[in-house]
C-alpha cells in the first residue's frame, strides 16, 4: 500500500507552493510502499502488540464481496517519481519510522 507521513505530506504541499515550476499532478507518497504484513508488523512493534495474522482473501471476499477485490486485496503501487525529480528528501522513507514518530506526536498532544 502506498503511505506518506504527515510531516513529508505537508513537506511535498510546500514544495508545489514554493516553487513556481511546480504544475500538474504528483504522487505524495513515500519511496518505501508497504505490503499489509509490513505495516501491521512495524504497527505491532510500535504498539508494544502482537500483530494478528493477516485475514484470508476467501473471507474477506465472503464478507465484502465485490468490494474486497476492489479495496481491500487489489494493489497500486504509486511511486512518488517527480518528487524524486524535483530533489524532495523525505523525512520518513519506511512504515515503522513513520508510524513512531505518528505516536509519539499523538502522546504528545494528549
Same mark, same amino acid.
Do not use: C, Q
Given at each position: 500500500?502506498?503511505?506518506?507521513?504527515?510531516?513529508?505530506?505537508?513537506?511535498?504541499?510546500?514544495?508545489?507552493?514554493?516553487?513556481?515550476?511546480?504544475?500538474?499532478?504528483?504522487?505524495?507518497?513515500?519511496? %518505501?510502499?508497504?505490503?499489509?504484513?509490513?505495516?501491521?508488523?512495524?504497527?505491532?512493534?510500535?504498539?508494544?502488540?502482537?500483530?494478528?495474522?493477516?485475514?484470508?482473501?476467501? +473471507?474477506?471476499?465472503?464478507?465484502?464481496?465485490?468490494?474486497?477485490?476492489?479495496?481491500?486485496?487489489?494493489?497500486?503501487?504509486?511511486?512518488?517519481?517527480?518528487?524524486?525529480?524535483?530533489?524532495?528528501?523525505?523525512?520518513?522513507?519506511?512504515? %515503522?519510522? +513513520?508510524?513512531?514518530?505518528?505516536?509519539? +506526536?499523538?502522546?504528545?498532544?494528549?
Amino acid at each position: 500500500m502506498s503511505w506518506i507521513a504527515m510531516p513529508d505530506l505537508l513537506g511535498v504541499i510546500n514544495l508545489a507552493l514554493d516553487r513556481e515550476n511546480v504544475e500538474g499532478p504528483m504522487n505524495a507518497v513515500a519511496p %518505501e510502499p508497504a505490503r499489509n504484513r509490513d505495516f501491521a508488523h512495524a504497527l505491532g512493534l510500535v504498539l508494544g502488540r502482537p500483530a494478528w495474522i493477516p485475514a484470508p482473501a476467501p +473471507a474477506l471476499k465472503l464478507l465484502f464481496g465485490e468490494m474486497a477485490d476492489e479495496a481491500l486485496l487489489s494493489s497500486a503501487r504509486a511511486e512518488p517519481a517527480r518528487l524524486a525529480t524535483l530533489g524532495y528528501d523525505f523525512s520518513f522513507r519506511d512504515i %515503522e519510522g +513513520a508510524l513512531r514518530h505518528a505516536v509519539k +506526536a499523538s502522546e504528545k498532544a494528549s
